[in-house]
């Protein structure tokens, strides 16, 4: 939702920009977690033990899993049809718990970015447009809807720079 926002007030900046202004685009992820701030926090949630664990817990079920299914494919020939079911059940429960740590770790580490970005909106909101301003951009579009940009388009490091030093 706020990433929804800020598009819509980077198209109105950019079309009250200059009309004859240039194109740009801009990651905002990126450069939300180029910041300072960002990288700090991320480290912090990667520090933490419960996350640790978890990591952990996940490496160790996708070797068993990698193990499991390499030893079903070295006994399948061998195996009855009733040892074939309950091996491939055993492997979609290692599946399955893999899945789970893997989403738990994913929604901790969405949560802790919507956090930055609610963090950093604020600070977002007066530095986009004075870069818009400065580098006198008429069209700003979001990087992830583009399919080719050569790099003196991409205002991405421009927004993270002026992010950090908004502090």
Do not use: C
């Amino acid at each position: 939702m706020f990433k929804v926002a800020v598009v819509m007030l980077v198209s109105i900046w950019a079309g009250s920009a200059m009309a004859q202004g240039r194109i740009a685009v801009l990651d905002l992820d990126a450069a939300v977690m180029n910041t300072e701030l960002a990288k700090s926090r991320i480290n912090a949630l990667r520090n933490q033990s419960e996350f640790k664990s978890n990591v952990q817990e996940l490496e160790t079920l996708k070797k068993d899993f990698d193990k499991m299914v390499q030893q079903f494919q070295k006994d399948m020939d061998v195996l009855s049809n009733e040892q074939k079911v309950a091996r491939k059940n055993k492997i979609d429960a290692a599946r399955g718990d893999a899945e789970h740590i893997a989403r738990k770790l994913e929604a901790a580490q969405k949560q802790e970015m919507q956090s930055i970005m609610q963090e950093i909106g604020p600070v977002l909101q007066k530095v986009l447009p004075q870069v818009i301003k400065e580098e006198n951009i008429g069209l700003l579009l979001p990087r992830q809807q583009v399919m080719h940009v050569e790099a003196g388009y991409d205002i991405t490091a421009k927004v993270a720079d002026k992010l950090n030093q908004a502090k």
